[in-house]
């Protein structure tokens, strides 16, 4: 196993998204999301890397989910996280959210912050459980279908368990 990837408890390996993984990551978010970036969209950020960083979590079956997050100056955003729908409830997204809050607090992090929509429960719940808090509310943030984003942060000082 290549030194930049680790394993999860299901048997798939969390690693940087390479350039090969676009089509399978673009496949997998306009089958999750009803506002899906486009391959075009997820291209264009994955060369901005200093600002972009994608993770994929890869099993013998190809893609199954994956992360995406942007740093700023001192704060990292989650853009993006999510895992295909066969795979849930088997720590992908916690193995994923666990490597990005590693790598932002390694490249000098020091608060992680992200949006998510006010019906999604499942991430809340996730997101919850890494000691992010609600810090924010912006109505009609999202469309297909409209609703608002809570806004949630957490200060990345200790180590992640
Ligand atoms: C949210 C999402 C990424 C979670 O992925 P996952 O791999 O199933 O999550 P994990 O197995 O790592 O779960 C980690 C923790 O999150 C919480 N969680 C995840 N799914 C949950 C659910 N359906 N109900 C309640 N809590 C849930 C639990 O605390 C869970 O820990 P536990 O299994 O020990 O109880 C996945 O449901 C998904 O892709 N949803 C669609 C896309 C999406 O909404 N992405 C978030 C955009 S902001």
């Given at each position: ?13 969390i ?7 676009i089509p ?10 009803s ?9 264009r ?8 960083r994608?993770?994929v979590?890869?099993g013998?079956e ?12 001192d ?6 996280l ?9 720590g ?8 990005m809050?590693?790598d932002a607090?390694?490249?000098g992090?020091t608060?992680?912050?992200?949006e998510?929509?006010?019906?999604n429960?499942?991430?809340?719940a996730l997101?919850e459980?890494f ?23 957490k ?7």
């Amino acid at each position: 196993m290549a030194e930049n990837t680790e394993k999860t408890p299901f048997s798939a390996e969390i690693r940087p998204m390479t350039e090969a993984d676009i089509p399978a990551v673009a496949s997998l978010e306009s089958r999750l999301f009803s506002d899906p970036w486009s391959e075009t969209e997820i291209r264009r950020s994955f060369a901005n890397d200093s600002l972009y960083r994608y993770y994929v979590a890869s099993g013998a079956e190809g893609i199954l989910g994956y992360a995406c997050m942007s740093l700023i100056l001192d704060e990292m955003n989650v853009d993006n996280l999510a895992v295909d729908a066969s795979c849930r409830r088997r720590g992908l997204a916690r193995a994923l959210m666990l490597r990005m809050l590693r790598d932002a607090r390694e490249a000098g992090m020091t608060a992680a912050t992200l949006e998510v929509r006010d019906s999604n429960a499942p991430a809340i719940a996730l997101y919850e459980s890494f000691g992010f808090r609600q810090i924010g509310f912006r109505k009609d943030y999202y469309v297909k279908p409209a609703e608002g984003a809570r806004i949630y942060a957490k200060a990345l000082q200790e180590e992640e368990t």
